[in-house]
């Protein structure tokens, strides 16, 4: 069974930062790509940031560049996104997902073949 557990949302003010961690089961870390994506109240879910198979290569959407950093950890099973100067339109539930394809890079929500439940990241003004 494939498990993705987000963990690291919280309350912060604006210029803050969260770092996110995303824990997956050893066969995920081991061979897919990741992507975080972030969906806000009556939005549609949005790509935020993706990582290779080996962390290599990295995606970002524009609005982040600069400010977020996606890591993996495979000795700790462990997939990251640090978020740095945090800002209120980054308020959102955040999610980690796996794709089979380790070099895509998609940032196609549904090109994902497995997701985790979310944390909330709040970003007060």
């Known amino acids: 069974q494939v498990q993705l557990v987000e963990s690291g949302g919280g309350l912060v003010q604006a210029g803050d930062s969260l770092r996110l961690s995303c824990v997956a089961s050893?066969?995920?870390?081991?061979?897919?790509?990741m992507g975080w994506f972030r969906q806000a109240p009556g939005k549609e879910r949005e790509f935020v940031a993706a990582?290779?198979?080996?962390?290599?290569?990295?995606h970002y959407i524009e609005s982040v560049k600069g400010r977020f950093t996606v890591s993996r950890d495979m000795a700790k099973n462990e997939v990251y996104l640090q978020m740095n100067n945090l800002k209120p339109e980054d308020t959102a539930v955040y999610y980690c997902?796996?794709?089979?394809?380790?070099?895509?890079?998609?940032?196609?929500?549904?090109?994902?073949?497995?997701w985790g439940q979310g944390t909330q990241v709040t970003v007060s003004s």
């Open positions: 997902a796996a794709d089979s394809r380790p070099f895509a890079l998609s940032d196609s929500s549904s090109e994902y073949d497995y």
């Open positions: 050893e066969r995920i870390i081991a061979s897919y790509g």
């Open positions: 990582i290779s198979l080996g962390g290599r290569k990295t």
